[in-house]
């Protein structure tokens, strides 16, 4: 008895680490979701905390550990939390996409299970429902690598997170009562580092400290709404050792830039006199710049740091070509012991093509974003639990868009946007942005080469251009205004999985589909069952379980 309540104490503190004979270690995390006064920029309003926190706490994990994070709803609405560049292998119900979950009815719980697979690297949650990201319950997540494996580079001093994006003043139902109403959220009121900015009147504490002569990891994520921002430290080089799961050829950086729901870890080494120095964040590509700061201070340091702030670049020339210095290190291990550059992506046949163009229009008044003309809603019944329980054709039709966009982008269709993969099948993606607008896509299940952005429309011949050798391996991708991507990838994780835009008005005002993979042997090898602990809604909700797989 004693045993047991001491235990429960334990996972109620948050974080328990049980070794499991025969299997990969657990990880229990409990997740109080609450409403809570913050004002990060000087105002008060409503913000949403996980433990009291924000942002929320950090999940630190090692390949392969067993993740359960048992959440709490104590908001008055439903509420979802994805794990942003978590693959979720053969397993998209704990995705936390409205497209594969019920949310959280207001009052309940839901523990999430998952399995960090075969991933390393620095990543990020955030609720995915409504508007409630513009207003916390994002964090950091953490993948170490396991120790039998090495990594590229020395251990550091200490490893910190630097959680950056732009931020409104506005409650994040303001937020959403804006985009009902078929109008524009706006520009952000200011730009926040973990939550805060400095003041720089000298009475600011110092986010992190570093001793003289020691490195330390730094792990940077945008989780912002609206704006790629550019990240630098005063005096300071940054060194790229990974980005979203991939080991990178360690180049030298002054700074960053940090597409929306990007991230990135750099090396930096305590080298310079020892006082304060200020880490900044500023938006990229707008007329107004907004920029926050916080300090990072030598711990035998004797100076305040200078308010000469460092400048960030101009244009997106600098930022495309900041993109093409990126490679892959082939030579590295990430999660498994064979070198990364052993998987050779640009010898694999493409299978099919879909070129997919984002747009925006009027709908009965209201702006929609749309994807080669569709702007997705999300039905009742999520789609993933629709196509298992075998009515996906009562919710939703596959394929309304084609491989190829209409030549008419200016009429829009609302409707379920669901495109099939066929499973194990290698698929090149093109995005083509025709706006003036910088986009930025996610894909969720699935890390993807990025292998050529460039200005212009795409071609079939622009395949020449297309980087097969080190492109790098992730799960964001952005696109230049009036230019195009292109990535590449193999289909051979089954599920629903969700392609959105970063940008939280384009996300929620329809610009995102999902990719429905599904493996014909219906089999567990391939994708596991319906937990027995899914939140059901919508027409499923009553229905006769279906029988599960059983190999």
Known sequence: MGHGVTMFKLMLLGLMAVAVHGEDPYLYFTWNVTYGTISPLGVSQQGILINGQFPGPEINSTSNNNVLVNVFNNLDEPFLLTWSGVQQRKNSWQDGSLGTGCPIAPGTNYTYKFQVKDQIGSYFYYPSTGMHRSAGGFGGLRINSRLLIPVPYADPEDEYWVIIGDWYTKSHTTLKKLLDSGRSIGRPDGVLINGKTAKGDGSDEPLYTMKPGKTYKYRICNVGQKNTLNFRIQGHSLKLVESEGSHTVQNMYDSLDVHLGQCFSVLVTADKDPKDYYMVASTRFTKTILTSKGIIRYTNGKGLASPDLPEAPVGWAWSLNQFRSFRWNLTAS?????????????QINITRTIKLVNSISNVQGKFRYAINGVSHMDPETPLKLAEYYGV???????NIISDTPPTNLNTITVAPNVINATFRTFIEIIFENPTKTLQSYNLGGY???AVA??????????RKNYNLLDAISRHTIQVFPKSWAAIMLTFDNAGMWNLRSENAENRYLGQQLYISVLSPEHSLRD?????????????????????????
């Open 334 to 346: 990430a999660a498994r012991p064979n070198p990364q550059g052993s998987y050779h992506y640009g």
């Open 527 to 551: 994708e596991y069952n319906l937990p027995e602990t899914q939140l059901l809604c919508g027409i499923v909700k009553d229905l006769p379980k279906p029988p599960p797989y059983s190999t």
């Open 447 to 449: 890390s993807f080469f």
């Open 453 to 462: 952005v460039e200005p212009g429309t795409w071609s079939p011949e622009k």
């Open 392 to 398: 996906a054709d009562k919710v939703f039709k596959y």
